[in-house]
Structures are given as C-alpha cells and as structure tokens.
Nanobody, 125 residues
Framework: VQLQASGGGLVQAGGSLRLSCVAS????????MGWSRQAPGKEREFVSA?????????YYADSVKGRFTISRDNAKNTVYLQMNGLKPEDTGVYYC??????????????????WGQGTLVTVSS
C-alpha cells in the first residue's frame, strides 16, 4: 500500500488546514487509516484514526479532541484530517498511516504497517 499525504502549510494560530491521504495499491491490506505527528524535540504522537467501514471506530488524541475531525471517502481511498482552531503546539510533521490495527491499538500506532511521507504543518503564534 502506498500512502500519499498532502495539505500541510503555514497558518496562524486559530486557523484551519485540511490534510489528505490517498491510498493506492493493495488497499485491501488495510482496514484503518490514521495520522501521527512529530513535533521538534518531542515524541511522535498518534492523533487520529478511522476504520474504513462505515460506523467503525474513530479515535482522537485528547490533545486534538473538539478541534480535529477525521473523515474518509471510500470511493477515493482517501482519508482527511480537518484541523480547526490550530495552536502553535500543533506544529510538526504529520504522517499518514494505514494498517489493520486491533481495537486496542488503533490509537497507538501499533498495527499500522504502511506509512506515507510527512507533510509539514506550521502554526505561528
């Protein structure tokens, strides 16, 4: 599975961005996709995930709940991360992930065997 992420950029605090991740190849190898981020000097944080099937599990890290919304378009094999109310601490490289995590690991990064290239999000204060 190949994952292509896009949508990063520079935005002022309080602004919005929408990240996209398109999956191609053996997409039946995955049943969930998500996003993690790497901020300078910090550990990678898994911020959101969604199952492919409608009504499946959706995960948000506490740090983004109420501000970020993950969604999918199965017809386009694409997952989106709508980020509103951005804060400087949201700055980092955002990576798209795909895999077959079990329920207990859908929000930890475990079980994701496919990763895309990162897209940089910079939030200025």
């Amino acid at each position: 599975v190949q994952l292509q992420a896009s949508g990063g950029g520079l935005v002022q605090a309080g602004g919005s961005l929408r990240l996209s991740c398109v999956a191609s190849g053996s997409i039946f190898d995955i049943n969930a996709m998500g996003w993690s981020r790497q901020a300078p000097g910090k550990e990678r944080e898994f911020v959101s995930a969604i199952r492919w099937r409608p009504g499946g599990t959706i995960y948000y890290a506490d740090s983004v709940k109420g501000r970020f919304t993950i969604s999918r378009d199965n017809a386009k094999n694409t997952v989106y991360l709508q980020m509103n109310g951005l804060k400087p601490e949201d700055t980092g490289v955002y990576y798209c992930a795909g895999g077959r995590p079990i329920t207990s690991t859908i929000g930890t990064g475990g079980g994701y065997s496919n990763w895309g290239q990162g897209t940089l999000v910079t939030v200025s204060s």
